[in-house]
């Protein structure tokens, strides 16, 4: 059987119609910087698994843009008698997924030097493995592809965010990939996320 990477895209943006124009970014100081019409995390996905595909892993691909119902963490504890998340909403499709998966890898963009909300409402809503006396799924590794516009944009909060949540959940941490910038290294940053899926493939 093939090792089974889930490929979690965090951002709330698809992929864009064939031909769509880049958007006109107003910046400071009075000029424009353009960026993808399409979800950057998508294509960086779609190139991690063409690279952990030909390395033999079976990945699952799942998009926060199609997953747009996911609540945050209410702290009801209602998984306290079921063992379950008792919120009927989108996050109850990526749960068999985690349960599944030997390894995860989160396509992430960065907003304000960390994480998206909906990123964060993710992590959160794992807290019912906890209650299930399992912790959580016992993955061989979890690893990140960040992605932001900006190119001196500092990631360092968004890097030891990602650490400490793999800290505290217990999965091996097996990188952060960063990817400043898509627009002006394009096949730079495909072939780097291409490059990773070659590598965590085989290992996964």
Same mark, same amino acid.
């Given at each position: 059987?093939?090792? *089974?990477?889930l490929?979690?895209?965090?951002?709330p *943006?698809?992929?864009a119609p064939a031909?769509a124009?880049?958007? &006109?970014?107003?910046?400071?100081?009075d000029?424009?910087?353009?960026?993808? @019409?399409?979800?950057?995390c998508?294509?960086l996905? $779609?190139a991690f698994?063409e $690279? @952990?595909? =030909?390395?033999g892993?079976?990945?699952v691909?799942?998009?926060?843009?199609e997953?747009?119902?996911?609540?945050?963490?209410? =702290?009801?504890?209602?998984?306290?008698?079921?063992?379950?998340?008792i919120?009927?909403?989108?996050?109850?499709?990526?749960?068999?997924?985690?349960?599944?998966a030997?390894?995860?890898?989160?396509?992430?963009?960065?907003?304000?030097a960390t994480?998206?909300?909906?990123?964060?409402?993710?992590?959160? *809503?794992?807290y019912?493995?906890?209650?299930?006396?399992?912790?959580?799924?016992?993955l061989?590794?979890a =690893?990140?592809?960040?992605?932001c516009?900006?190119?001196?944009q500092?990631?360092?909060?968004?890097?030891?965010?990602?650490?400490s949540?793999?800290? &505290?959940?217990?999965w091996?941490? =097996?990188g952060?990939?960063?990817?400043?910038r898509?627009?002006?290294?394009?096949?730079?940053?495909?072939?780097? @996320?291409?490059?990773l899926?070659?590598?965590?493939?085989?290992?996964?």
């Amino acid at each position: 059987m093939k090792p *089974r990477i889930l490929v979690l895209s965090l951002s709330p *943006r698809g992929l864009a119609p064939a031909g769509a124009k880049p958007i &006109e970014l107003p910046r400071p100081g009075d000029w424009i910087e353009p960026v993808p @019409a399409d979800s950057t995390c998508m294509r960086l996905a $779609g190139a991690f698994i063409e $690279g @952990a595909s =030909a390395a033999g892993a079976e990945c699952v691909l799942k998009s926060l843009h199609e997953l747009r119902n996911i609540s945050p963490c209410r =702290a009801c504890y209602g998984c306290l008698k079921t063992g379950k998340c008792i919120i009927p909403d989108d996050m109850q499709q990526l749960y068999p997924e985690f349960d599944q998966a030997d390894a995860v890898v989160f396509v992430s963009p960065l907003y304000y030097a960390t994480l998206p909300a909906q990123a964060m409402a993710v992590i959160n *809503r794992l807290y019912p493995y906890w209650i299930d006396g399992i912790r959580y799924p016992k993955l061989k590794f979890a =690893a990140v592809i960040g992605a932001c516009a900006d190119e001196g944009q500092n990631w360092d909060i968004f890097d030891r965010t990602w650490r400490s949540i793999f800290g &505290e959940i217990g999965w091996p941490d =097996a990188g952060i990939l960063h990817a400043p910038r898509f627009m002006e290294h394009v096949e730079e940053q495909l072939n780097a @996320a291409r490059q990773l899926g070659a590598e965590l493939g085989a290992r996964a």
